[in-house]
């Protein structure tokens, strides 16, 4: 990050520098454009014949040299704006190695069958960000097939997110109304916000929406279970009274989700409808982050029914790279300092483990407490008899003359009856 930095503020200083000299180059030739305006004014006025032409003559050559140093000075701070300009190149090529090719192995996509699917990756993530025209020239020049029944989620996907950044909420709520029963399979709130928005939006246009915004309130209903104080979700209690200090152990032994109570704002803000929204307690309602909250449910859940992830996999794996490359960089380097070059092969495996946070964590995985490894499919983790578990190459390591003992306890027993684990 410090080298972001680095580059980020030689960039401000050259940003800062172009506002300057676009001000005082405004400011200059609007000057100069006065002062002609103003000789010019002279000359229709008094006439050309009726003026003293020495007086002219100094007038004109004032106004020429006015000019040229003028155009002297810009041509001369524009070109120390070049000067800066390049200074971020340097400071770029100074803070990053733009070679990379060292940490990647070069058969890394060297079959026709990866390629496929390093296109076929790159156009879902195109189809996801909506870039269909794109994705379509892609497929015809990589020869790239792709089913129409997987195009279709992700224009309809789309066509509903553009609505909702036009804060158009009626596409999102005909999809939520189809896929109703789905979304409470995955206690999903997506149709509930989607209705409080809606309410929200009528509230915002006064006092004349009032009746058709109690008419719409009866679309909670069947949310009122769900979005009341006092009520039940997800078979947990909750109380409408706070807690006591000696509550504290029932807590510990059977948590209480807190649910807020939504709709009874929803309804108190119809209190102050007269007065205007936005000069009552409930102004809170009207806050514009929530379009862009909506965006996120809808995404996030509509992309669970489809059974994918919120973010691409070329997405997701970009940012790891983007992680992990530093860290790559630097153990090459250290690798080749002290000529161990055959510790790295490009394999399978990374020479050291990489910590890329929990957000990027996607399933469950094992290291081998014998040879301290990561399990992977070639060398997957086996469970013994004894129910201790190793990695296979564990196993074979540990195997003596058709026997093996666990080196955990000491039971003997026969390799051929571990199984292998798959978590």
């Given at each position: 990050?410090?080298?972001?930095?680095?580059?980020?503020?030689?960039?401000?200083?050259?940003?800062?520098?172009?506002?300057?000299?676009?001000h005082?180059?405004?400011?200059?030739?609007d000057?100069?454009?006065?002062?002609?305006?103003?000789?010019?004014?002279?000359?229709?006025?008094?006439?050309?014949?009726?003026?003293d032409?020495?007086?002219?003559?100094?007038?004109?050559?004032?106004?020429?040299?006015n000019?040229?140093?003028?155009?002297?000075?810009?041509?001369s701070?524009?070109?120390?704006?070049?000067?800066?300009?390049?200074?971020?190149?340097?400071?770029?090529?100074?803070?990053?190695?733009?070679?990379?090719?060292?940490?990647?192995?070069?058969?890394?996509?060297?079959?026709?069958?990866?390629?496929?699917?390093?296109?076929?990756?790159i156009?879902?993530?195109?189809?996801?960000?909506?870039?269909?025209s794109?994705?379509?020239?892609?497929?015809?020049?990589?020869?790239?097939?792709?089913?129409?029944?997987?195009?279709?989620?992700?224009?309809?996907?789309?066509?509903?997110?553009?609505a909702?950044r036009?804060?158009?909420?009626?596409?999102?709520?005909?999809?939520?109304?189809?896929?109703?029963?789905?979304?409470?399979?995955?206690?999903s709130?997506?149709?509930?916000?989607?209705?409080?928005?809606?309410?929200?939006?009528?509230?915002?246009?006064?006092?004349?929406?009032?009746?058709?915004?109690?008419?719409?309130?009866?679309?909670?209903?069947?949310?009122?279970s769900?979005?009341?104080?006092?009520?039940?979700?997800?078979?947990?209690?909750?109380?409408?009274?706070p807690?006591?200090?000696?509550d504290?152990?029932?807590?510990?032994?059977?948590?209480?989700?807190?649910?807020?109570?939504?709709?009874?704002?929803?309804?108190g803000?119809?209190?102050?409808?007269?007065?205007?929204?936005?000069?009552?307690?409930?102004?809170?309602?009207?806050?514009?982050?929530?379009?862009?909250?909506?965006?996120?449910?809808?995404?996030?859940?509509?992309?669970?029914?489809?059974?994918?992830?919120?973010?691409?996999?070329?997405?997701?794996?970009?940012?790891?790279?983007?992680?992990?490359?530093?860290?790559?960089?630097?153990?090459?380097?250290?690798?080749?300092?002290?000529?161990?070059?055959?510790?790295?092969?490009?394999?399978?495996?990374?020479?050291?483990?990489?910590?890329?946070?929990?957000?990027?964590?996607?399933?469950?995985?094992?290291?081998?407490?014998?040879?301290?490894?990561?399990?992977?499919?070639?060398?997957?983790?086996?469970?013994?008899?004894?129910?201790?578990v190793?990695?296979?190459?564990?196993?074979?390591?540990?195997?003596?003359?058709?026997?093996?003992?666990?080196?955990?306890?000491?039971?003997?027993?026969?390799?051929?009856?571990?199984?292998?684990?798959?978590?």
């Amino acid at each position: 990050m410090e080298q972001c930095a680095c580059v980020e503020r030689e960039l401000e200083k050259v940003l800062h520098r172009f506002v300057m000299y676009g001000h005082q180059s405004e400011e200059r030739l609007d000057e100069l454009l006065h002062s002609v305006c103003e000789i010019r004014g002279q000359l229709v006025a008094f006439g050309v014949q009726d003026a003293d032409l020495s007086v002219l003559s100094q007038t004109m050559a004032q106004c020429c040299k006015n000019i040229k140093e003028t155009v002297q000075m810009l041509a001369s701070q524009h070109k120390d704006i070049h000067g800066s300009v390049s200074k971020v190149g340097k400071a770029i090529d100074r803070n990053f190695d733009a070679e990379i090719s060292a940490v990647v192995a070069e058969t890394v996509w060297d079959t026709p069958e990866r390629q496929k699917h390093l296109s076929e990756t790159i156009v879902e993530h195109l189809y996801r960000q909506g870039m269909l025209s794109v994705a379509e020239d892609l497929c015809q020049e990589s020869g790239v097939v792709i089913d129409m029944s997987m195009k279709q989620p992700f224009l309809e996907l789309n066509r509903i997110l553009e609505a909702l950044r036009m804060q158009d909420l009626r596409p999102a709520l005909e999809w939520a109304v189809t896929n109703r029963q789905r979304l409470l399979d995955l206690n999903s709130t997506l149709e509930f916000k989607l209705h409080r928005l809606y309410f929200i939006s009528l509230l915002s246009g006064g006092i004349g929406n009032q009746m058709q915004a109690l008419q719409y309130a009866r679309h909670f209903q069947p949310f009122a279970s769900q979005h009341q104080r006092g009520k039940k979700r997800d078979d947990v209690t909750v109380r409408s009274n706070p807690l006591s200090m000696n509550d504290a152990s029932v807590v510990e032994l059977k948590p209480v989700v807190v649910v807020s109570a939504d709709i009874q704002i929803l309804m108190g803000s119809l209190v102050y409808l007269r007065h205007g929204i936005e000069n009552s307690p409930y102004r809170s309602l009207l806050e514009t982050n929530q379009w862009a909250e909506i965006c996120n449910i809808f995404t996030r859940d509509a992309c669970a029914l489809l059974g994918l992830s919120v973010e691409s996999p070329l997405s997701v794996s970009f940012a790891s790279g983007c992680m992990a490359l530093p860290v790559l960089m630097n153990i090459k380097q250290v690798i080749e300092q002290r000529q161990c070059s055959g510790v790295w092969t490009h394999k399978d495996e990374l020479p050291i483990e990489i910590d890329l946070g929990k957000k990027c964590w996607y399933h469950s995985v094992f290291a081998c407490p014998i040879l301290r490894q990561q399990t992977s499919e070639s060398n997957p983790p086996m469970k013994l008899i004894c129910g201790h578990v190793i990695s296979r190459d564990a196993l074979n390591k540990l195997t003596n003359a058709g026997k093996l003992k666990c080196p955990y306890c000491p039971m003997e027993q026969n390799p051929s009856h571990a199984k292998q684990i798959y978590f």
